[in-house]
C-alpha cells in the first residue's frame, strides 16, 4: 500500500516507483513486438521458435 503524504498524496519515492513499473511495462511491450517481428532466420540464430515467440507475446504486459 502507499504511503500518504502530510498533503494527502502518495510521497514522491512511491511515484518514482510507480514510474519505474510504468517503464518497465513499456519496454517488454515494445520488446515483445520486436519480437513478434522478427524474421525465421533471426529466431532460428536466437534458438527460439514461432511457437515460444508467440507464448511470449501472449503474456500480459505486467507479466515477465
Known amino acids: 500500500m502507499m504511503s500518504l503524504g502530510v498533503s494527502g498524496l502518495p510521497n514522491p519515492s512511491c511515484w518514482s516507483t510507480l514510474r519505474s513499473l510504468v517503464a518497465e511495462w513499456q519496454q517488454r511491450v515494445q520488446s515483445r513486438f520486436a519480437l513478434e517481428r522478427l524474421g525465421e532466420r533471426d529466431l532460428a ?10 507464448d511470449e507475446t501472449q503474456k500480459p504486459f505486467w507479466q515477465e
Open 45 to 54: 540464430d536466437i534458438r527460439l521458435t514461432r511457437l515460444e515467440v508467440f
